[in-house]
C-alpha cells in the first residue's frame, strides 16, 4: 500500500515536497517513482529512483524536482522546487520491481495521488 502526502497550494516560485509512504518489508527492493496527471491531460512520468538511489527525470523537472527515498522509513520523496502553473496535477507514487518499467510507468502498484495547486 502506498499512501501520498504533501500536496497542497502554493504560489509560483514556491516549493513542495511530497512523501510516499509505503507499507511491507520490502521496499528497499523496490524502484519507485511518481507521475502525475493535469487537468485534461494524460498521465506523464515525473521521475523514478531504483533501489539503488539510481534517478531519471522527466525533462519538465530536470533541475528543479529532486527524488529520494530513505529505506529505513520506507518512503519515498518528490522535492518540487522553483514551482510553475504548469506543475499543477494530482501526482502519483508507484512502484514496480524494475527499474525500466518505472521509466515507462508500468507500475505494480500505484498510491492515491496528492493535489498539486500552483497559482501564477
Known amino acids: 500500500q502506498l499512501q501520498a502526502s504533501g500536496g497542497g497550494l502554493v504560489q509560483s516560485g514556491g516549493s513542495l515536497r511530497l512523501s510516499c509512504a509505503a507499507s511491507?518489508?520490502?521496499?528497499?527492493?523496490?524502484?519507485m517513482g511518481w507521475s502525475r496527471q493535469a487537468p485534461g491531460k494524460e498521465r506523464e512520468f515525473v521521475a523514478a529512483?531504483?533501489?539503488?538511489?539510481?534517478?531519471r527525470y522527466a525533462d519538465s523537472g530536470k533541475g528543479r524536482f529532486t527524488i529520494s527515498r530513505d529505506n529505513a522509513r520506507n518512503t519515498v520523496y518528490l522535492q518540487m522546487n522553483s514551482l510553475k502553473a504548469e506543475d499543477t496535477a494530482i501526482y502519483y507514487c508507484?512502484?514496480?520491481?524494475?527499474?525500466?518499467?518505472?521509466?515507462?510507468?508500468?507500475?505494480?502498484?500505484w498510491g492515491q495521488g496528492t493535489l498539486v495547486t500552483v497559482s501564477s
Open positions: 508507484a512502484a514496480t520491481g524494475y527499474f525500466s518499467s518505472a521509466l515507462s510507468q508500468k507500475y505494480d502498484y
Open positions: 511491507g518489508d520490502t521496499f528497499s527492493r523496490y524502484s
Open positions: 529512483i531504483s533501489g539503488s538511489g539510481t534517478t
